[in-house]
């Protein structure tokens, strides 16, 4: 099958210029520079004229929910939303159920994601208090690296021996693989909910969530995770940074990374008063300062990739307060959509949003062929097209969960075409339902 993608604007490696794309089957045969149409006979035209064409977004951090938690989501609908969200690759949680803490649950999830994703996957491996000797059983090319919980709200996930935490960061380093760490200090959370039931009540309501899952919990872990990996020369990337004060600890060693999701750069606390439990998670979202130093942190080198953190519940599961209702949200459709709203307002440059969703990804986990627009690499390619105004309702929202925090806004920007392995699986509203992606690979 060949492809030629004419007329758009690329969004490459720093630059932004003029250029069409011609593929062949699986992968980018050339990129063509200037306004020139190049002659041929192709399989499929696609004319992107006015249209930004980007690399496939690869998304570092999900939670799909399967096995074990499908009344939630699941890998079909989860990668399904991933496509209409310009989303080409992605690299899932280990707490499900069972946990991916073993090579038989791991190997399990790599059957039924080359069975179910309509895009590309990995799994990350979950480190336990006792399970560091399975690290160097790992094949090192099919898994993005660790995942470790310094919190609680991991479905008892939660490694809370020190001498443990050592063992993890030191094996880590010894294998060269990623530690992805969720950072909240648990004995801090339990001061502060004890606190605050005492104050308000067993289920506190919504607003109060970042007084309880709090920036010191959070900067207490995050400084942890930083002192243990500069003791062991750890590649550490610390996963969802909610906080300015935490933000001191990136940008000086090439080896501690930080990653921003979009729940904590679009919603500030203020925000609970209108969409409520809805955009209860953890790390909670926090003041409109930590969010403008998240911000500014995109450009200056602090922060190097954008999550979801995609997290879907039942709307019956979020209801209540800070002790009911479930912490998590579905955001995998919206991310693009989100980031590049944050562009116009001259938050990011294209080409710097390009980078943290796309280009530093691969680079930081070593992924093999895709995150560029380079010829030989994977054709992963997401076509968008700004002032295009669209409003999100449930009739849009691919999530099994069916419901958004985004609900009601109207976003500028839309996905046109989204093409996994050179296919083009999701083009103007039209979804190949028989579309499947591709393990990645790394190193």
């Known amino acids: ?17 003029d250029g069409s794309i011609i593929i062949e089957n699986d992968r980018i045969s050339e990129i063509k520079e200037g306004t020139e149409t190049p002659r041929g006979i192709y399989d499929n035209v696609v004319d992107a004229t006015g249209c930004f064409v980007l690399p496939g977004v690869i998304d570092e951090h999900v939670h799909f929910r399967e096995p074990g938690l499908t009344a939630k989501a699941d890998i079909e609908s989860e990668s399904r939303a991933a496509a209409y969200g310009g989303v080409t690759s992605y690299f899932e949680m280990p707490n499900t159920i069972p946990q991916t803490t073993t090579l038989d649950a791991l190997a399990e999830k790599r059957k039924l994601a080359s069975a179910k994703s309509h895009v590309n996957y990995s799994f990350f491996f979950g ?14 090319h099919r898994v993005p690296g660790i995942k470790l919980f310094m919190g609680s709200s991991t479905g008892n996930m ?16 010894n294998l060269d693989l990623p530690l992805m760490t969720h950072c909240e200090d648990t004995d801090i959370i339990n001061k502060n909910m004890a606190q605050v039931k005492k104050s308000y009540g067993d289920d506190p309501e919504v607003f109060l969530h970042p007084l309880i899952r709090s920036a010191e919990a959070c900067y207490e872990s995050t400084a942890l995770a930083v002192a243990l990996a500069k003791t062991y020369g750890t590649r550490l990337h610390v996963a969802h940074v909610s906080t300015a004060q935490e933000l001191e600890f990136f940008g000086e060693f090439n080896n501690i990374t930080a990653e921003a ?24 979202v926090k003041t409109p300062a930590d969010r403008d130093e998240l911000r500014a942190a995109l450009t200056d080198g602090r922060i190097s990739a954008i999550g ?24 995998v459709q919206f991310s693009l959509p989100v980031m590049l709203e944050l562009v ?21 986990f070593s992924v093999r062929e895709r995150g560029f627009l380079r010829p030989d690499y994977k054709a ?10 669209w409003t999100v309702d449930e009739e849009l929202i691919q999530s099994k969960c069916k419901w958004s925090p985004m609900t009601g806004h109207t976003f500028q920007w839309q996905i046109c075409h989204t ?25």
Request: charged content about 20%; proline content about 4%.
């Open 1 to 17: 099958m060949t492809a030629l993608i004419f007329g758009g604007k690329i969004v490459n490696e720093g630059r932004v210029f």
């Open 127 to 140: 480190a336990t208090n006792n399970n560091s000797d399975a690290f160097a059983s790992l094949d090192i």
């Open 158 to 173: 939660l490694v809370d021996k020190f001498g443990s935490l050592l063992k993890i960061f030191e094996t880590a380093a």
């Open 261 to 284: 999701v979009i729940a904590h750069l679009f919603f500030t606390n203020r925000d609970y008063l209108t969409s409520g439990s809805l955009i209860k998670c953890n790390p909670a």
């Open 308 to 331: 979801t953190d995609h997290a879907p519940h039942q709307l019956s599961e979020k209801q209540g307060g800070c002790c009911h209702a479930a912490s998590g949200m579905p955001m």
């Open 344 to 364: 116009d307002e001259g938050v990011l440059s294209i080409e710097r949003m390009v980078e943290l969703m796309c280009h530093n990804p691969a680079r930081l």
């Open 380 to 389: 992963d390619i997401t076509i968008v097209r700004p002032h295009t105004p």
């Open 419 to 443: 093409v996994c392995n050179g296919h083009f699986i999701y083009s103007n509203g039209r979804f190949d339902d028989l579309s499947r992606g591709e393990e990645i690979l790394f190193r």
